[in-house]
């Protein structure tokens, strides 16, 4: 304020409004101009980006296809270690585009997109741009009632999705699209008949909305392209770039993640939500596809920073991160600067209304005395205006509406177009250079070195974890039932977090948290469900009975309840987790059998517990295991169980009354790779798995063939006491399953039936090498290595070779143990461990009835014995399946679905 350029310029200011009020003396004071005209020069320049041409008449899909003429056989994409090339990722595109033309359905309405992540996802993007379609994502993460309210609001007509929907309206034309369905057409053209004009408009994307329900922006081509655009020349990609999409698609953020790699010929990596959720998780993809380069918000980088200083070469390729969706912190922006020293990081501010984004600052420009990380400057083909409520620019320094246009913008809103109206301002071409701007109800000011920076919202809209939340669509939810007379909902402080999403409840009566959730959860996405919930008497208000958020406060937590150290000697896990739980969820109303998500937990509260216990207990357990044991009594049990040397019963669903199937975990896995079976198996089917939990300091098990196969029954015997069973087995579990249904037989304990999921017979792949020379080995062992090496970036793939050798030199003949040995000598160590164990087996001959499921992608081996070594000792010829997917993706979305359909019938034929 005393800065003697700023004093300057509000005397020149005061001026010009005296000068004003001398020549308008019968005007408003509020109409009066008061910016002098060499600071309104200044502000118009500041205002604009720099000008930038963009491609005359190029789509979106023009860009992609001629990424598939001058590179077919590149990587395109890279899901679960598979990788998909351009001329195949086209040629799923063109053939689903084939579909959706034959169903004569015009252009007029979105398609509906319901895929889970995977290749045909990116797919079914691809082919309603090449029909030239706009489309509406519904995330299959999100409560069917929510997709439904998106596909009704968007008069969609066809609906694409990996498995059929229940209670879609009749006039929705749904195309199942995933592993089993193939689409084949003779049409093999570039340019394709059934392709029309390209509309500028490209999707709809819906975002909360405060009338009570979602609002679709309408995304445009030439939105997309802006920035798409200004992204390729500010930061040209290298050959050895590679790309994450780690965001739904629901949001237009994931358009870049997406698209902007693809689209110039850079491979893109899926990551499977459940890695995005776990920060180790995500860092191990990350590392392992030699990722480069990372958009995400606050929430997600929190993670990034802590895998970093956990493991210092973790995110070793990455070179450039952009953060958005919500504001950083400045400590959190000079932490990434210490952590990560050659890795700039971007802030970038910007809307759905604004196709993502509209501005940025970068981070290593941030200064020392700087208390809020600046938005920047506007990028190319863009303005940023801070405007008074008559829509007036303002000097530098004074807070106003921060008002955004030019090339960015959407078109408006689906079918809102009062709301097009409130948000979307006609200006007078007289005052600005542009006639349309966006209303973001985003406070902002220009500082004295021109930086914009953020300063709240005129409004009660919350943006948490990347999301846009309108509370008024989470009350306007909670008020439609009939226990709840009134509420609030707003963001408070949290200890533990960016803050915390409050519901303040008045209900009628008695009201149950847990039952509110459970209605919350049915109808809106988890973003949305308030962690806190506080029942009030009455909701504060104001002298003009508005609701009085300022005064909405948490309750005072009682300390006194809180354990202020938590011992790691404590032998009641139970004890020791409630503590946990208390410290994260900032509350001490817990009791054992409470739900975490129930109490207001979510994915990155529940990833900074499980590190925490980690620490405390030396214990690792995945973050998913919270998805599977919610309770702190179920949690509690699991993490017993990894003190004990003992096979473990995992009851991965109780209910149902038929014959329980028995899953046999590998020899190097849990029970966790069964965790899909929950969902797709019949619902009244019981299902357990099988597991050894205490692994060697090296890393591998204790247990001999023989021994785990003793234990194994010993549990089998006790629980199920001779009754029926059905064993399934996935890979070396298979040969466990096969002779645990072997010594179940000799009791006359009854196995109705045998399973095995792509179970080669030990020694079975020597005996091929034998009987068909050395040069299946040869081929199937340098396809192995040559796949591994593919998925490093640049000279990786030389280095892996060099690597990979000296490793196996060091264990061969050094034997030594060295950290820089790293995962593949632990790996190779535990496959010693499997060879010496079956070494010498011989299966036992017995007379159940045997069923394979084989993997379709396992070709040469069952080309050369379809049986995988078997048939020679069972009883009668074993009943061999293809599936879809190979050995390590049958378990894993999409595969496990059609498994699971064979495996119930299967099930049946033997109940």
């Known amino acids: 304020l005393f800065n003697e350029e700023t004093v300057a310029r509000i005397l020149e200011n005061l001026e010009t409004l005296f000068q004003s009020m001398v020549e308008q003396p019968g005007s408003k004071l509020t109409e009066l101009d008061c910016i002098h005209p060499a600071e309104r020069k200044e502000l118009l320049t500041i205002a604009r980006g720099r000008d930038m041409a963009l491609p005359a008449s190029r789509s979106l899909i023009e ?27 086209d040629r799923m ?17 979105p398609v509906a997109i319901r895929q889970n992540r995977s290749f045909h996802m990116v797919a079914a993007i691809l082919a309603a741009m090449k029909r030239g379609i706009p489309f509406v994502f519904l995330d299959p993460d999100y409560p069917d009632k929510r997709n439904q309210q998106i596909l009704k609001d968007a008069d969609a007509r066809i609906s694409i999705t990996d498995q059929k929907q229940q209670n879609l309206p009749t006039s929705v034309v749904q195309v199942i699209w995933n592993e089993d369905e193939i689409f084949e057409f003779e049409a093999t053209a570039r340019e394709p008949a059934y392709r029309k004009s390209y509309a500028p408009l490209i999707g709809l994307v819906y975002t909360s909305g405060s009338t009570g329900k979602p609002k679709g922006v309408r995304i445009t081509q030439e939105s997309l392209l802006n920035r798409f655009e200004w992204m390729w020349q500010a930061y040209p990609f290298s050959k050895d770039d590679v790309m994450l999409l780690q965001k739904s698609m629901s949001l237009v953020a994931s358009s870049w993640e997406c698209l902007g790699g693809l689209l110039k010929g850079i491979p893109t990596v899926i990551a499977r939500h459940e890695d995005v959720i776990d920060p180790t998780a995500l860092a191990k993809l990350c590392d392992r596809q030699g990722v480069s380069r990372i958009y995400g918000s606050p929430a997600l980088f929190k993670g990034v920073l802590f895998e970093r200083k956990r493991r210092k070469n973790a995110y070793r390729h990455l070179r450039l991160a952009f953060t958005s969706a919500e504001e950083i912190s400045p400590s959190e922006a000079r932490e990434w600067g210490k952590v990560f020293p050659d890795v700039p990081l971007y802030n970038l501010y910007g809307s759905t209304e604004c196709s993502s984004n509209a501005m940025q600052f970068d981070c290593r420009d941030l200064g020392t005395q700087d208390i809020r990380v600046p938005l920047g400057h506007p990028l190319p083909n863009i ?17 106003g509406q921060l008002c955004i246009g030019g090339a960015c913008l959407a078109d408006g809103y689906w079918k809102e177009e009062e709301t097009a109206t409130n948000n979307f301002s006609q200006c007078n071409p007289g005052s600005f250079p542009d006639t349309r701007l966006y209303m973001t109800g985003d406070l902002a000011r220009i500082r004295a070195d021109n930086q914009y920076e953020f300063l709240g919202r005129r409004d009660s809209q919350i943006k948490l974890r990347g999301f846009r939340i309108e509370p008024a669509e989470i009350e306007n939810t909670l008020q439609r039932l009939p226990e709840v007379e009134a509420s609030a909902v707003t963001l408070v402080d949290s200890e533990t977090g960016p803050g915390r999403l409050a519901a303040f409840i008045v209900s009628r009566g008695s009201a149950d948290e847990k039952a509110l959730r459970k209605i919350l959860r049915s109808q809106l996405p988890s973003y949305m469900i308030p962690e806190v919930m506080v029942f009030l008497e009455s909701l504060p208000r104001t002298a003009a009975g508005k609701v009085d958020r300022a005064s909405l406060k948490l309750p005072a937590k009682r300390k006194d309840h809180l354990k202020q150290e938590i011992s790691v000697e404590e032998e009641n896990s139970i004890k020791l987790l409630t503590s946990l739980w208390q410290e994260q969820l900032n509350r001490n109303d817990i009791a054992p059998t409470d739900n975490f998500f129930d109490l207001g937990g979510h994915s990155l509260m529940a990833s900074r517990m499980f590190t925490r216990i980690g620490e405390l207990t030396g214990k690792s357990l995945p973050v998913s295991a919270l998805f599977q044991a919610p309770t702190i009594e179920a949690l509690a049990a699991r993490l017993e169980e990894t003190t004990t040397s003992h096979p473990t019963l995992v009851s991965i669903r109780e209910a149902g009354d038929k014959i329980p199937l028995i899953c046999v975990s590998p020899w190097d896995e849990s029970s966790f790779c069964f965790r899909h079976l929950k969902d797709y198996l019949s619902p009244d089917r019981p299902i357990y798995g099988l597991e050894q939990t205490q692994r060697s300091a090296e890393g591998g098990y204790h247990h001999s063939l023989s021994e785990l196969v003793s234990q194994y029954h010993s549990v089998l015997k006790t629980n199920f006491q001779g009754k029926p069973v059905h064993l399934f087995g996935f890979s070396g579990g298979g040969v466990l399953a096969w002779e645990l249904a072997a010594r ?30 050395r040069i299946q080995t040869i081929y199937r062992k340098g396809i192995k290595h040559l796949e591994s090496a593919g998925r490093q970036p640049g000279w990786g793939k030389l280095n892996y070779f060099i690597e990979t050798a000296w490793m196996k030199w060091q264990w061969h003949f050094k034997k030594t143990s060295s950290e820089k040995m790293g995962a593949v000598l632990v790996q190779e160590r535990q496959m010693e461990e499997r060879r010496q164990n079956f070494k010498s087996y011989t299966p036992t001959r ?5 069923i394979l499921l084989t993997a379709r992608q396992r070709r040469l081996e069952t080309i050369m014995d379809p049986s995988l070594g078997w048939n020679k000792y069972a009883a009668e010829p074993v009943k061999i399946y293809e599936l879809p997917g190979n050995h390590n993706t049958m378990l894993l979305e999409p595969h496990v679905r059609s498994m699971c359909r064979r495996l119930d019938t299967i099930l049946s034929q033997f109940s």
């Not at 992609?64 to 990722?89: C, H, I, W």
């Not at 595109?93 to 309405?109: C, F, M, R, W, Y």
């Not at 303005?383 to 807070?399: M, T």
């Open 93 to 109: 595109a063109t053939q689903l585009a084939h579909v959706l033309a034959e169903t004569g359905i015009e252009n007029a309405s």
């Open 846 to 850: 017995h007379q159940n009835k045997v």
């Open 383 to 399: 303005q940023a205006y801070v405007l008074d409520k008559s829509l007036r620019l303002l000097p530098k320094g004074a807070v």
């Open 63 to 89: 860009h992609f296809e001629e990424q598939v003429l001058k590179n077919p056989d590149a990587t395109a994409l890279v899901f679960r270690d598979r990788k998909l090339s351009y001329e195949e990722l």
């Open 744 to 773: 179940l037989a000799e009791e006359h304990a009854e196995v109705r039936s045998l399973i095995l999921l792509d179970t080669s017979r030990p020694g079975h792949k020597a005996e091929l090498s034998a009987s068909n020379g």
